[in-house]
T-cell receptor, first 113, second 112 residues
Framework: NAGVTQTPKFRILKIGQSMTLQCTQDMNHNYMYWYRQDPGMGLKLIYYSVGAGITDKGEVPNGYNVSRSTTEDFPLRLELAAPSQTSVYFC????????????FGPGTRLTVL | QKEVEQNSGPLSVPEGAIASLNCTYSDRGSQSFFWYRQYSGKSPELIMFIYSNGDKEDGRFTAQLNKASQYVSLLIRDSQPSDSATYLCAVNIGGGSEKLVFGKGTKLTVNP
């Protein structure tokens, strides 16, 4: 049981490039989340999903897109990367609601230069 | 804007002491409250949750909730160097929202 896995662990992008951060969970959780964490800051919710085919915006969705075609996968797409998107990105999942325990992946450290 | 406020610290306590971490929140409709621990360079992990006013104890950890004052705290008794981490307070936004709002975290250092 791997839990929540994220790839890649590290990535450097140039301004204007695009990329997809991958997230997979093997716990059959319905809810999945993408957060970003800037240095010395808490977690900010980017997007979340309550099930396959259903996604919604969080606090800071601008510059990002998501899709949820399966229960297991919740990729985050960055279009036209900007330096302001330099951050650590965490994917998380929970069983049936945000008040269930959220299990976090190991994170992706992204730098945009 | 729903907010969760924490003292950023750092909070430094000697080994064996009680560490007290505090959190206030702005949404009176919030019903669920969580404490996550995050070691440096690692992902957050849940250590406590509390839904009702009063105290909830789990081993060396006690969560305290006062909804009237919109205040939640975490006490760590007999603090150990392994407790050194950043502690994140998270609050479920009231009204059935499926979102947690996290505070910025309090960095705790336990000195041997």
């Amino acid at each position: 049981n791997a839990g929540v896995t994220q790839t890649p662990k590290f990535r450097i992008l140039k301004i204007g490039q695009s990329m997809t951060l991958q997230c997979t969970q093997d716990m059959n959780h319905n809810y999945m989340y993408w957060y970003r964490q800037d240095p010395g800051m808490g977690l900010k919710l980017i997007y979340y999903s309550v099930g396959a085919g259903i996604t919604d915006k969080g606090e800071v969705p601008n510059g990002y897109n998501v899709s949820r075609s399966t229960t297991e996968d919740f990729p985050l797409r960055l279009e036209l990367a900007a330096p302001s998107q330099t951050s650590v990105y965490f994917c998380a999942s929970s069983y049936q609601s945000s008040t269930d325990t959220q299990y976090f992946g190991p994170g992706t450290r992204l730098t945009v230069l | 804007q729903k907010e969760v406020e924490q003292n950023s610290g750092p909070l430094s306590v000697p080994e064996g002491a009680i560490a007290s971490l505090n959190c206030t929140y702005s949404d009176r409709g919030s019903q669920s409250f969580f404490w996550y621990r995050q070691y440096s360079g690692k992902s957050p992990e849940l250590i406590m949750f509390i839904y009702s006013n009063g105290d909830k104890e789990d081993g060396r950890f006690t969560a305290q909730l006062n909804k009237a004052s919109q205040y939640v705290s975490l006490l760590i008794r007999d603090s150990q160097p392994s407790d050194s981490a950043t502690y994140l307070c998270a609050v479920n936004i009231g009204g059935g929202s499926e979102k947690l709002v996290f505070g910025k975290g309090t960095k705790l250092t336990v000195n041997p």
